[in-house]
């Protein structure tokens, strides 16, 4: 039995650490700074950090504050928000991350998968697809903060990440986001069935049983938000992490 990776996911915005519904309605809960050095007590597996605003607002991440923040902690960082370039993705990676988060600028580019691999390493990217249900239809994803939709389901747009070269796959639920109601499991299920990188589950979690019911379905890791800043749903700031059980995927 392999024991699971649990990432908290940190939302950087204008310095500071923030919580959103459903990609919208971002809600204040600290310095980011003591958020990471919480969780170095509590032995996070790993950290993500998003600036989730810097790509929809064709900003560069702020690399002053991502460096602040990276060298405070004690285990792997990912970082994603406003990579567009070689160039960018190599500044985060001399900030002190080990992965870049790569969304927005694929949707332009995916030749910026190969680019950033023949440096660093394809376990060095990670493809991260939002996604939500519109209006009508079927499940598509997104980019730019959920602005922009895209012709692909999410299952069709992991595949493509693949081939493109990621290491790795983040699945972000936009309508599940910050609700506490779960993740998709179904669109788990259906990408891990597609895909043969490491998938990780992002958007909804509000349990140990969220995280353990994602695994089952298929996830290689858990990711989540609001779980991990908030005593409980509705209720305020406290950062915690599930130390004591261990997710386990046969």
């Known amino acids: 039995m392999a024991r699971t990776r649990i990432i908290p996911v940190l939302l950087l915005h ?10 919208k309605n971002p809600v204040y ?13 509590k032995e996070a597996d790993e950290l ?43 500044k985060v990676f001399d900030a002190g991350y080990e992965k870049v988060i790569l969304n927005s600028a ?24 939002d996604f939500k249900k519109p209006m009508i239809g079927k499940n598509k994803v997104y980019a730019y903060s959920g602005s922009k939709s895209g012709s692909y389901s999410p299952v069709e747009w992991a595949k493509k990440l693949q081939d493109s070269g990621v290491g790795e796959i983040m699945i972000n639920s936009i309508d599940a986001d910050g609700t506490w109601a779960g993740y998709n499991y179904e669109v788990i299920k259906e990408v891990a069935a597609s895909v043969r990188v490491p998938l990780i589950a992002c958007g909804g979690a509000g349990s140990l049983d969220d995280l353990q019911k994602a695994v ?3 996830a290689s890791a858990v990711a989540a938000g609001s779980m991990f800043v ?4 509705g209720m305020g700031v406290l950062i915690n992490f599930p130390t004591g059980k261990n997710l386990v995927k046969s």
């Open 216 to 218: 089952d379905n298929g």
């Open 48 to 90: 993500v950090l998003l600036d989730y605003t810097a790509s929809a607002e064709k900003r560069d991440p702020d690399f002053v504050k991502i460096a602040e923040i990276a060298g405070e902690a004690f285990m792997p960082m990912a970082y994603g928000g406003g990579i567009k370039s070689f160039d960018t993705a190599k």
């Open 29 to 41: 809960v600290g310095d980011p700074i003591n958020a990471v050095k919480i969780f170095n007590e």
């Open 230 to 233: 908030f005593q409980k749903k």
């Open 14 to 23: 204008k310095g500071g650490l923030y919580k959103t519904v459903k990609f």
């Open 106 to 129: 694929l949707f332009d580019n995916l030749n910026l998968v190969d680019q950033i691999a023949s440096v660093y390493g394809s376990q060095a990217i990670v493809g991260c697809v």
